[in-house]
């Protein structure tokens, strides 16, 4: 943010882990771009990296845009979506954590400065192993071709933990949405104002 006020892109993200991490003295290198899901292995441990700065963020919830693309194939029922389901369990078989750095304020003050707050989040792999008894719906009334679809995971008592959305649309990805960030772990919190307009 020394030189540009925007939120931080996946890419920049990615070298400024890898640089953080380097600097403590633990093995860090970039995955190579054809290995689907890793982003980073640190100390031989593979993980993906996510970040979040939509302009309706929210502090209690965790959305992961593009979770991965879904690509081909046949899509027109809930049978269908179980299997798209399951490759993403199989896609996370490539990485051990996956991190997310949100950008949950990014707000003009005095007109001339932003004020950027950021969060460093691990969302676990084992709550998102949940999809597994994801319950899977189309939404039929769609006029989406390939519909979309989802898949809403509770805890025991019921209460929702975050949701599959199949996204239909031109790039076929997996969204994961409203993540419930107290099954997470806050890594890092950081507030800081941006560069001045001149």
Same mark, same amino acid.
């Given at each position: 943010?020394?030189?540009?006020?925007?939120?931080?892109?996946?890419?920049?993200?990615?070298? #400024?882990?890898?640089?953080?991490?380097?600097?403590?003295?633990?093995?860090?290198?970039?995955?190579?771009?054809?290995?689907?899901?890793?982003?980073?292995?640190?100390?031989?441990?593979?993980?993906?990296?996510?970040?979040?700065?939509?302009?309706?963020?929210?502090?209690?919830?965790?959305?992961?845009?593009?979770?991965?693309?879904?690509?081909?194939?046949?899509?027109?029922?809930?049978?269908?979506? #179980?299997?798209?389901?399951?490759?993403?369990?199989?896609?996370?078989?490539?990485?051990?954590?996956?991190?997310?750095?949100?950008?949950?304020?990014?707000?003009?003050?005095?007109?001339?400065?932003?004020?950027?707050?950021?969060?460093?989040?691990?969302?676990?792999?084992?709550?998102?192993?949940?999809?597994?008894?994801?319950?899977?719906?189309?939404?039929?009334?769609?006029?989406?071709?390939?519909?979309?679809?989802?898949?809403?995971?509770?805890?025991?008592?019921?209460?929702?933990?975050?949701?599959?959305?199949?996204?239909?649309?031109?790039?076929?990805?997996?969204?994961?949405?409203?993540?419930?960030?107290?099954?997470?772990?806050?890594?890092?919190?950081?507030?800081?104002?941006?560069?001045? #307009?001149?």
């Amino acid at each position: 943010h020394a030189l540009s006020a925007e939120p931080f892109t996946k890419d920049k993200f990615e070298h #400024a882990m890898q640089r953080a991490l380097s600097s403590t003295g633990r093995k860090v290198e970039l995955a190579r771009r054809t290995n689907p899901g890793r982003d980073l292995i640190v100390d031989d441990v593979a993980w993906s990296l996510k970040t979040q700065a939509d302009a309706g963020i929210r502090r209690d919830r965790i959305h992961i845009s593009k979770f991965m693309e879904l690509g081909k194939g046949e899509w027109v029922d809930a049978g269908h979506l #179980a299997g798209l389901r399951n490759r993403m369990l199989e896609h996370m078989n490539s990485y051990e954590r996956i991190i997310s750095l949100r950008c949950l304020s990014q707000n003009a003050k005095n007109g001339c400065a932003t004020a950027h707050e950021y969060e460093l989040v691990e969302i676990p792999k084992s709550l998102l192993q949940q999809a597994s008894r994801a319950n899977l719906r189309m939404v039929d009334t769609s006029k989406q071709s390939p519909k979309p679809g989802y898949g809403e995971v509770r805890d025991e008592l019921g209460k929702p933990m975050f949701a599959l959305y199949f996204d239909g649309g031109t790039e076929r990805k997996l969204q994961i949405k409203d993540i419930d960030k107290s099954h997470c772990i806050v890594h890092a919190t950081w507030a800081f104002n941006g560069p001045t #307009a001149a």
